[in-house]
């Protein structure tokens, strides 16, 4: 059995993974989930990753550990990568960066917005962010209705703050992409993973949000990775 470790992304919580959470641990599987305090000004990705390694550290560091990273939680993924022993990473809708790289340097560094941009007029949506349109338009009424509750304020500080790993470990790399994904278009994750990674993504039916959309989609892929 595994040791999943899940980073949610960008003023979240571990709350974004509630439904996949219960589909792991059905499964026998140890899943821990923890939140990185994001509304913190205190906080940077070096505390972020600091949380995440306490959290393994307090489950023994076990030596089967799937870190899934979210979003931006790929940038303390990377920093947790360097800290402990990971056996698999998955990247899930997710901000790859390079070496050195900020999250605020990651959107123009990518063309993230010109991308989201070029999706939202061939798909006849709104071309100007906001939440409802880009994060939340494919999750069903039960989620929708707390999903507040859990979204909260992104500390500015840690956009600027570069992430300082040098290479991503010899270990099995997946990346998961939502098909419907609004806000990081399939095309766009497709190219990324290419560039940063050399991988190929393998795709599911779901939004940015695929753990709420999805869970059992994402849980399923997950698990075949084992």
């Given at each position: 059995?595994?040791?999943?470790?899940?980073?949610?992304?960008a003023?979240?919580?571990?709350w974004?993974w509630?439904?996949?959470?219960?589909?792991?641990?059905?499964?026998?599987?140890?899943?821990l989930?923890?939140?990185?305090?994001?509304?913190?000004?205190?906080?940077?990705?070096?505390?972020?990753?600091?949380?995440?390694?306490?959290?393994?550290?307090?489950?023994g560091?076990?030596?089967?550990?799937v870190?899934?990273?979210?979003s931006?939680?790929?940038?303390?993924?990377?920093?947790v990568?360097?800290?402990?022993?990971?056996?698999?990473?998955?990247?899930?809708?997710?901000?790859?960066?390079i070496?050195?790289?900020?999250?605020k340097?990651?959107?123009?560094?990518?063309?993230?917005?010109?991308?989201?941009?070029?999706?939202?007029?061939?798909?006849g949506?709104?071309?100007?962010?906001?939440?409802?349109t880009?994060?939340?338009?494919?999750?069903?009424p039960e989620?929708?209705?707390h999903?507040?509750?859990?979204?909260?304020?992104?500390?500015?500080?840690?956009f600027?703050?570069?992430?300082?790993?040098?290479?991503?470990?010899?270990?099995?790399?997946?990346?998961i992409?939502?098909?419907?994904?609004?806000?990081?278009?399939?095309d766009?994750q497709?190219?990324?993973?290419?560039?940063r990674?050399h991988?190929?993504?393998?795709?599911?039916?779901g939004?940015?949000?695929?753990?709420?959309?999805?869970?059992?989609?994402?849980v399923?892929?997950?698990?075949?990775?084992?």
């Open positions: 059995m595994a040791t999943f470790v899940l980073i949610h992304g003023g979240s919580d571990g974004y509630h439904r996949v959470t219960p589909l792991l641990e059905a499964r026998g599987h140890a899943v989930a923890p939140d990185l305090g994001s509304g913190d000004d205190a906080r940077g990705l070096a505390e972020y990753a600091g949380v995440v390694v306490d959290a393994i550290d307090a489950a560091r076990p030596d089967d550990v870190l899934v990273a979210q931006m939680g790929a940038f303390t993924a990377a920093l990568c360097a800290r402990v022993r990971v056996g698999i990473l998955v990247f899930v809708n997710a901000m790859i960066p070496p050195g790289e900020t999250p340097a990651w959107w123009e560094n990518t063309g993230s917005i010109e991308a989201r941009t070029a999706a939202a007029r061939r798909g949506y709104n071309a100007r962010f906001d939440p409802a880009y994060f939340l338009h494919d999750l069903p989620v929708l209705a999903a507040d509750e859990h979204q909260g304020e992104q500390s500015e500080v840690v600027s703050e570069p992430c300082r790993f040098d290479t991503w470990p010899q270990i099995p790399i997946h990346v992409a939502g098909r419907d994904d609004r806000f990081f278009p399939i766009f497709r190219r990324m993973a290419r560039d990674l991988a190929e993504v393998d795709e599911l039916s939004g940015h949000l695929v753990a709420l959309s999805n869970p059992r989609g994402l399923d892929r997950l698990l075949a990775y084992l």
